[in-house]
């Protein structure tokens, strides 16, 4: 069988729930790849069930999933037909750790599994998922459930993703997928595994078709780093310039700060596309490419194509809260709307793109008043106690938790709860039973400069087919 041809434009896997299945459907569609975030889809899952499944969706893809006792499972714990009252706290899921946990893990598989089949329906184009190497706790299990949907690429980055090849293998071959955890303070890391029979019991499913990976990396010494060994290689690369929303490497070298508290990158941390062309793997160039002409451009100098994520971020299918989209564009559109590449935001340790928008995390006093806490937990990170137990602890918890656990205190200014913050963001806030509802955080490139003309274009609103072709103009 002809190995399939590559996409020219990847549609960015953004935020949690911002690049959806209707996104990545959309995108898709054209022939291009759409790509579903990854980030925390049991919780995105247990939550839209509470809230009724508007539409039936994601009842229709539990329904095609392949363990039907797993299904009836998680609508028992989760759906609650109508929605729950207004202001009323959902319900939560289980928080990622080493323990097996077979109620946490049926949960990740099956929403990985309904993001997936959802974005495949309807067409022939090819579907990714992006994950964050951060969320390794996560990893075995939503992989085997989007390969149990057929995705196609899996795209991964915010850390080094040796393990993921290896690990694409052994779930491909209904094995034991592991993946080995940085526990600080431990002399060696701890495993984290997903086994497919436990998921099935005796009788096992079909092997599922392994898909290609794509390591987003930001320079080409970490892409030769991954690419040395067959064990470590991926099927290709995303390259990103310190533009491009979410998480950014840091600059090589030592950090500094420009006045307004900036990173500063210099010559080093610039894309050498002669280095990567000499690997052989197929790469695409991402931030600050969403232009006429940028995928031309990338192709003439050795790439595959680009990756493109804000321009889809905003468009009529992004998973964002309507409401809140309409803000972000018509402060784009303005020209009073700044992206703040935050190097203190992420509890995840790396340069965060927020997006100054009012009543958002965004602004310190709405930072300064909401109480800190860790309840979603997908950026902890394990450490050794004192006992020699293992504990997790994430920098924007409250701040004397942080320390007890063994936290250096410095570690915690300014950081933001992305999971909270990100989910909000998207219509699906948590309600404390105070009363207190979690505010949003937005993340979005630098590069708006395509808003213009795609705003002017289709009467101050587009699709993702609308920027497809944009950016398929020469």
Sequence with gaps: MAEPSLPVLIQG?????????????????????????????????????????????LRLALGRFPVPEVTERILRRYFVPGGIAPGRPFRPVPRLGLRPSRARDELIVAANFAEVWLAKQGHDGPVGINYLEKIQLATPAAAYGAMLAGVDYVLMGAGIP????????????????????TVAGAEHGRTVAFTPSALTGE?????????????????????????????????????????AGGHSAPPRGRLRLDEAGEPVYGPRDRVDVTKFTAL??????????????AAAAARSSGAAGIQAGTIFALCRESGLDPRLRRRLVQAAAAGNLRVRNDPAASPAGFPFKVAALPHSLSEPDIYRDRPRLCDLGYLRTPYVRANGAVGYRCPAEPVDDYIRKGGAPEDTAGRRCLCNGLVAGIGLAQHRPDGYTE???????????FLPDLLGGHGGDYTAADAVDYLSNR
């Design 13 to 57: 896997g953004m935020g949690a729930g911002v690049s959806g299945w209707r996104l990545a459907r959309a995108v898709a569609r054209t022939g291009q790849l759409g790509v579903v975030s990854g980030v925390a889809l049991d919780a995105l899952l247990a939550r839209r069930l509470q809230l009724g499944d508007p539409g039936g969706h």
């Design 162 to 181: 040796t393990q993921i090849p290896a690990l694409l293998d052994a779930l491909a071959a209904n094995e034991t997928g592991e993946l080995t955890v």
């Design 203 to 243: 009788t096992p499913l079909a092997p599922p078709a392994r898909p290609r990976f794509l390591a987003i990396v930001s320079s080409a010494v970490l892409a030769m780093y991954l690419h040395r060994s067959p064990v470590t290689r991926p099927d290709g690369f995303v390259v990103e310039s310190p533009v």
């Design 280 to 293: 052989g793997s197929p790469f695409w160039l991402a931030g600050g490419h969403a232009a006429p002409g």
């Design 439 to 449: 505010p949003p955080l937005l993340t979005l490139g630098q590069d708006l400069g």
